[in-house]
């Protein structure tokens, strides 16, 4: 965590022309906070446009007591990605070159990820959430709720620590790391693992058809770019 709060800090230091909607100055940025209820329940988002001194001090506003350790959070997401075989599900689909880890990440690998981690520790992909929910509906559902209501908030935090470039990022930034979140969530990896690691093959297969039509998808934007503007009389 503090070095979470060190590259969040450096990263507020630099300033663009935006208006702080609190006190007038330049070098604003949209900043998000979450409040979260319930596993299950939406999270509440509010949107702020404030300059760094401002987003200081609503960050330490910022409250969050309601859950468990977002450290613990993740703790339990590893173990459930260990027990059900979903790590070992995406070792394989890195090594047939489908993986969809974004590549700036500092923790992954040519056989896959090292560990699971801020908004990895919120994200399934869809092909492996179709298999769990063949597997355990209940489980599949928690885990949808984790990539839709926690993964945009870590996903930023993801950006800031792996240092993806600034025209690639989300328009809002975080305006604290929560330090709570919902859960236990209660994932039972062992229970679904046998079955899982059985349809492992479908998820692969799954994962080769969409990376060849993202390649055909790229390949006719790229294309279409570059041909030559029509003339016209």
């Known amino acids: 965590m503090a070095q979470e709060v060190a590259e969040i800090g450096r990263f507020f230091k630099t300033g663009n022309s935006t208006a702080c909607l609190r006190c007038g100055r330049a070098g604003a940025r949209r900043y998000e906070s979450l409040a979260f209820g319930d ?87 869809s092909a492996l959430l179709l298999a769990v929910e063949e597997c355990d509906p209940a489980t599949a559902r928690k885990l949808k709720w984790a990539r839709r209501e926690v993964g945009p908030s870590e996903y930023r935090l993801f950006q800031l620590l792996t240092r993806v470039p600034s025209e690639h990022r989300e328009p809002e930034y975080m305006l604290a790391a929560p330090k709570f979140l919902p859960g236990p969530l209660k994932l039972d990896g062992a229970k679904i693992r046998t079955q899982l690691l059985s349809l492992a093959d479908n998820v692969l297969e799954l994962r080769r058809r969409w990376s060849e039509q993202e390649s055909k998808e790229q390949e006719n934007l790229l294309a279409e770019s570059n041909r030559p503007a029509a003339n016209c009389l």
């Open 39 to 125: 596993p299950g329940e939406p999270a509440v988002a509010k949107v702020q446009t404030l300059c760094p001194a401002c987003a200081r001090k609503c960050r330490s506003l910022v409250g969050q007591s309601r859950g468990i350790p977002r450290s613990v959070w993740i703790e339990e997401c590893n173990r459930f990605f260990e027990d059900s075989g979903i790590r070992e599900i995406c070792r394989r689909c890195h090594e047939q070159g489908t993986g969809c880890c974004p590549p700036t990440c500092r923790r992954l690998t040519p056989h896959g990820c090292r560990e699971k981690t801020v908004w990895c520790a919120a994200f399934v992909c």
